[in-house]
Structure formats: C-alpha cells, structure tokens
C-alpha cells in the first residue's frame, strides 16, 4: 500500500444495526436506521445486497440515460457510453459531495489491490481543485449530495487490470448500457465523509497526468 492510500474506518456492526438497515432498505424509510450508526456503513450494506449507487449533487433524477463521460483516466472502460455507478459506498459519495460550483476538477480513486492472499481492503483517494483560488481548507468544497440506489441488472464491472507499479487491481466500477429508473435516493452530507480530503492544482496535475498517465495521484510529496 501507499502512504496516500487511505481505508475505511473500522466499524462493528451489530445484529440490531443489520435489522434495522434491512428495515429501513424495506421500507425507504431514513428514520429506521439505528442513531449514531454512520450512514456510509448502511450504503456499503446495500453494495452487499447487491445493488449500484450513483453519485450526483441534482436531487430528484428519476431516470439516468447513457452518456459519453469526459474522463482523463488512462483506460477505456471509464471513457464508453453509459449509465455508471459503483459498488462501493464511499466512492459514489465523492461524487454526490463535490459541490460542482466550487470545484474545477476532481481526482479520486477506489481500488482493492491483488495480494498472496486475495483482494486488499478498498484503498481511498480524493483530492479537489478549486475553481476559485486561495482557501486551504478542502473540506469547504464539499456540499450535500444524493446517493441514487440502482438496480445491478444489465450493468457490468470494470474486469481486473494490471497499474503499473502497483500490480493488479480491482475497482469497484460498474457500467450500464441502457437507461435505468433509480430505485432510491440517499441524502448524504459532508458530515458523513469520514476520510480525509486533500486539494491540487488542476493545470499541475494535468501536465503531470499527461507526461506520465500512470503516476496518479500526481503529488508533491
């Protein structure tokens, strides 16, 4: 692992907390989740259950049609036509938080890394670039957002990869080709991001990204 690779907090979940999730997923219902139980534990819960989550800061989509994403990343799979959504609840909220109108650009990573044993823990990154200059607080370009619950039928994940100089990897990326009707929507907030949160200079990280594709995330140090 790398010094910049973060993990989720540890959490212990009791049978009381599993039930009242399942309640609260049966019911769509908020008010049934247990008190002081963070939030991010009960998307990781729907993931387990088998169901995608998008990110997104616009409330009340009803429907996600296929688009064509402007992505920098170096594979293609980011780079096709469709309706994206992960498989981890940590990552979709890096989207739902950024408030678009502060931030220029986003630079963020969920991955499990190939071991002797199996698949690593889900190793975190997220970095934001301002669109205003100054502030040394990241935590400022964050905003309320939405976690919109989907269906995994007709989506498929990202296949295992080989990053160089990190070995093989798994993200937990997932890509639908057709039009898809969330089937919930999660409010979240920035209270409930538990992980740290860096900030970049855009016009750097670029130059960097395009000398060297591989190298993210692009650090001074």
Known sequence: MRPWMLQAPDHALTASDLAAFAAAWAARDLYQLPEGVPRW?????LTEQGYLLHGSQQPGITRF???TPFDRSPD????????FAASDGLWAMMYALRDRT???R???MALRLETDVGWSPTQYFL??????SGGSDPRELLAPGVIYVLPANGFKQMPPYDWPGLGRVLEPHWVGSQAVEPLWSVPVTP??????????????V?????????????LRH
Request: hydrophobic share 45%.
């Open 41 to 45: 534990l009960f998307l990781q819960w």
């Open 65 to 67: 049609e296929p688009r």
């Open 76 to 83: 293609d799979f980011s780079k096709r036509t469709g309706v």
């Open 102 to 104: 502060k931030v220029q």
């Open 106 to 108: 986003i630079l963020n």
């Open 127 to 132: 970095s934001l670039a301002s669109r205003e």
């Open 191 to 204: 209270a409930d991001f538990p992980l740290s949160v860096r900030l970049h200079d855009a016009a750097r």
């Open 206 to 218: 670029d130059a960097l990204a395009q000398a060297d594709p591989w190298g993210f995330p692009w």
